[in-house]
């Protein structure tokens, strides 16, 4: 092997690291094994969060006593399963997905890991479906079009009690917001949301890099202020 840390490529090395992590701190998990077959079996694009990446959103809501969620992005249900255990058997979580089929998935993946009864699963323009939502929310998990995450953040903390946090996904995108291509939308959009959480007068927070199996990416925390 050669190169840092030895490994053939840092990417390599990043890699090792998160199945060190899946394999000594999260352990083998029948139901979110069987999540990532059946979202790869039907074709689903492969973005789904890292598991330790979920186990980090299971973990804070669980800590900050989370009895209301909302996820904007549900894919193949991999992130709401965890944050559907975060909440425990008396919390609710509501996740909003563009594409019905990805939608079917989830539901079948939420059923076999025993969570569905917690999960509501709605279906449609996710812009249209948070103007219908009403809250009070305790922790909010973005992880979609990043072309509209300011719009996404602004609903988030209309639902949102205060103290409340909101969670958004890829951030950092190797770095590409420092100074995005003007052609990559989805750069441009979470630059822009930097700006925007800048001068929100009901929101603080901060942002940290990632590097795993998902590549290099970051998350960004944010608590919603009286």
Known sequence: MSGVGGWKSV????????DLICATLLGDDPALAACLERSRAAGLPDIAVSAPQGRLLELLATVTGTRRVLEVGTLGGFSTIFLARGVGGGGRVTTLELIPEYAAIARESLAAAGVDDRVEVIVGPALDSLARLAGPID???????????????DHAVRLSRPGALILVDNVVREGNVVAPDPSDESAVGTRR????????PRLAGTAIQTVGAKG??????????D
């Open 216 to 225: 290099w990416d970051g998350l960004m925390i944010l608590r919603v202020l």
């Open 193 to 200: 949301l930097y700006d925007h959480v800048r001068d929100h």
């Open 139 to 153: 922790l909010t998990f973005l992880d979609a079009d990043k072309v509209n995450n300011c719009a996404y953040v």
């Open 11 to 18: 990417e390599d090395g990043w890699q090792a690291v998160d």
